[in-house]
């Protein structure tokens, strides 16, 4: 069994970021994202710290706007739009979700496109649908493809079924494994036969949000399984996928943690710095 760690991608990325950003500062440009943080959720301050941590390796920008829990929409809106209109900016990250009293409806039309690093915004997401390539994925999604790519895992022709319907996950993933050729079922909670389905497939991806769903019956000896699942279950954190006893069962899997999460904050780094390049070439 191959363990398809995150941190050996993480570190490729890394080194291909290094060299751009000392190019950038030749044009006095240093990529920064403004991360929008309400109040203080324990998942979204380990998400903060992670975030800023990656991006100060590479000497980039992640500044924090901490707004109250009782924060009003208008607020939001004004805080979004500032940060659209501020050349510094080159990224924009909204932890979500929002209190229940915040509509994200406004926001998916107020950010700007070039700024939505995340695929929060109605523009970015139409493109992802469409096929197109000159937009910003989600980064959960993307990480999935990054690992795909490091390890050399072609999806080409390959039966992929993705367990998870989330737009935030499944559905664009879905669509950026389409793109690369590969044969992709999408299947759920409700799903009938479910471990039949899974079982059948090449590559499996577990994005339920469902503790140690996919057990010993889903999976096969030559199959390739990504878990993107962040669970705790009995204090300790944990996949989509039964690890410990699906493990030895596949060809490779990824660990939780340290497998596709570790990837993600790069994918914003990653995507930060392309909107920093791309007004690069905007201003010159």
Known sequence: MLELRGLPVVNELTERFSSVIQQL????????LSIVRIGEREDDLAYERGIIKRFSAVQAIAEVIALPLDCPQEKLEETIIALNEDNNVHGILLFRPLPKHLSEDNIKSIIKKEKDVDCMGLNNMVQVFSGEKNCY?????????????????????????IV?????????LSMLLLGKNATVTICHTKTENLADECKKADILIACAGVAKMVKESFVNQDQIVIDVGINVDNGKLCGDVDYEH??????AITPVPGGVGTVTT????????QSAVDKVKDLF
């Open 246 to 251: 699906v493990a030895n069962l596949v060809s």
């Open 25 to 32: 500062k030749q044009k006095d440009i240093v990529p920064k």
């Open 137 to 161: 994925p989600p980064c959960t999604p993307q990480a999935v493809i990054e690992i795909l790519d490091f390890y050399k895992i072609d999806v080409t022709g390959k039966r992929v079924t």
């Open 266 to 273: 790069s994918v914003l780094l990653k995507h930060t710095i």
């Open 164 to 172: 998870g319907r989330s737009l935030v996950v499944g559905k664009p």
